[in-house]
């Protein structure tokens, strides 16, 4: 889930001069909101299993295809450009939260049958990965400066990653 976040920071990191606050909030907003997004999701799942109807291994493993395609989308769509953007408060809420709606749907279909506790630690842990893999983003857009390539094809590759988990969920 946390591949569109790093394509994202990459696609920043090449065309927007970041300075270290920047870069720290940006890391704090994508983590931030991978971990509130997936906590929400899994939390509302959970509700919705105990409380309407079973949520089953199929509906779960649509969800998360749906979201591997949705992000192959997005990385056909964003072709290979750099983002050059103003960096303000809000640009932050809304890159958060633009890369994090996926954190929602595999919370909501993965995280659904597991205790409150186990969905804190566990979407704790998706915000830890993701905003270290935004971290790593921008030591690694260092090195590959405006090579926009890599964000279109982190797309790509979380998209695939999403459908190969939807598909084991489906079968298993």
Do not use: H, P
């Not at 640009?91 to 969905?119: E, M, Q, W």
């Not at 993701?130 to 926009?148: E, G, Q, S």
Request: charged residues 15%; positive net charge.
């Amino acid at each position: 889930m946390a591949f569109d976040a790093a394509g994202v920071t990459m696609a920043i990191g090449c065309g927007t001069k970041t300075n270290l606050k920047e870069k720290l909030e940006i890391i704090f907003s994508f983590g931030f909101f991978q971990f509130a997004f997936a906590l929400f999701g899994g939390i509302i799942g959970n509700y919705i299993d105990a409380n309407f109807f079973r949520i089953s291994n199929y509906f779960s493993g649509t969800i998360i295809i749906f979201l591997g395609f949705i992000l192959l989308r997005e990385g056909y769509k964003n072709g290979e450009e750099c983002i050059y953007r103003k960096l303000n408060f809000w640009t932050l809420i809304v890159l958060g939260i633009s890369v994090s709606i996926d954190a929602l749907g595999a919370g909501f279909s993965l995280l659904f049958k597991l205790n409150y506790l186990l969905i804190l630690k566990d979407s704790f842990i998706i915000g830890l990965i993701a905003a270290l893999m935004t971290f790593a983003a921008f030591k690694i857009i260092n090195y590959i400066k405006c090579i926009a390539l890599v964000e279109k094809y982190a797309d790509y590759l979380g998209g695939i990653i999403l459908i190969l988990i939807g598909i084991n969920i489906l079968f298993i």
